[in-house]
């Protein structure tokens, strides 16, 4: 088994991380576009990653993930500075972090969000950050057994999925597929930012093909990602 960091402590550093990046943006760069959500500029998807926190505390889960729920968490900070919105997050820190010591799945969940956004921001500043972090392997602990229901749930034939120590599949016996790589390219392909060429492209054993539709729940980019 792994010896990682608690999830709270993941969350918590990264969290850090991206208020001190949302900190440092000028103006005119807190205003530009995400590739990965075209719809937001930056300023609106940390306003998005701080209503997440916002909701979890307040137990306002009922249309978790619908985009009416995740609109509001722009909608109402559209009057907030970006100085601010990080004002609120650091705010909520103590009250989140205390949950994640009693139910570490929040932090798990809500940390496989931020560092999916954190890293489409990097993005859309044309920087690149580190790709191989205790953020990023959690993210997957969320994404890589989401694939793998996705897979099951569909009829598909077993699949597994590995990176490094980190091994699932979507169900019992020999996978007809095996799909390999690191933590950061699978995290990127199962939260919609790798187009199905790319995905293809990825080190598969087996037939590829009927994975594809599954690979992401929100869908895929038609274009290929370049970051």
């Keep these: ?21 949302g900190r440092s943006l000028t103006a005119a760069e807190a205003e530009l576009r995400v590739p990965q959500s075209p719809a937001w500029a930056i300023r609106d998807v940390i306003a998005h990653v701080v209503g997440i926190v916002d909701d979890i505390l307040s137990d306002n889960l009922a249309d978790i993930g619908a985009d009416s729920w995740t609109e509001v968490h722009v909608s109402s900070r559209a009057d ?18 205390a949950l994640g010591e009693v139910n570490p799945v929040m932090p798990m969940r809500a940390g496989a969000d931020l560092i999916t956004h954190y890293h489409d921001v990097l993005q859309a ?20 057994p989401f694939f793998c229901e996705r897979a099951e749930h569909a009829g598909l034939p077993v699949v597994r999925v590995e990176a490094g120590p980190q091994v699932w599949q979507s169900g019992d016996g020999e996978p007809v597929a095996v799909l390999t790589g690191s933590a950061f390219d699978l ?41």
């Design 187 to 227: 995290l990127r392909a199962f939260s919609g930012r790798r187009s199905a060429a790319q995905i293809l492209s990825m080190d598969w054993t087996g037939d590829a093909e009927p994975y594809v539709t599954v690979a992401s729940p929100y869908g895929l980019p038609l274009e290929d990602v370049s970051e």
């Design 125 to 144: 500043l044309g920087r690149q950050g580190d790709r191989d972090t205790a953020a990023v392997r959690m993210g997957l602990e969320r994404y890589g």
């Design 1 to 21: 088994m792994m010896n990682r960091p608690a999830n709270t402590d993941v969350y918590a550093d990264l969290r850090t991380e991206m208020i001190a990046l």
């Design 80 to 97: 907030k500075t970006l100085d601010q919105i990080c004002d609120e997050w650091s705010a909520l820190a103590p009250g989140f972090d």
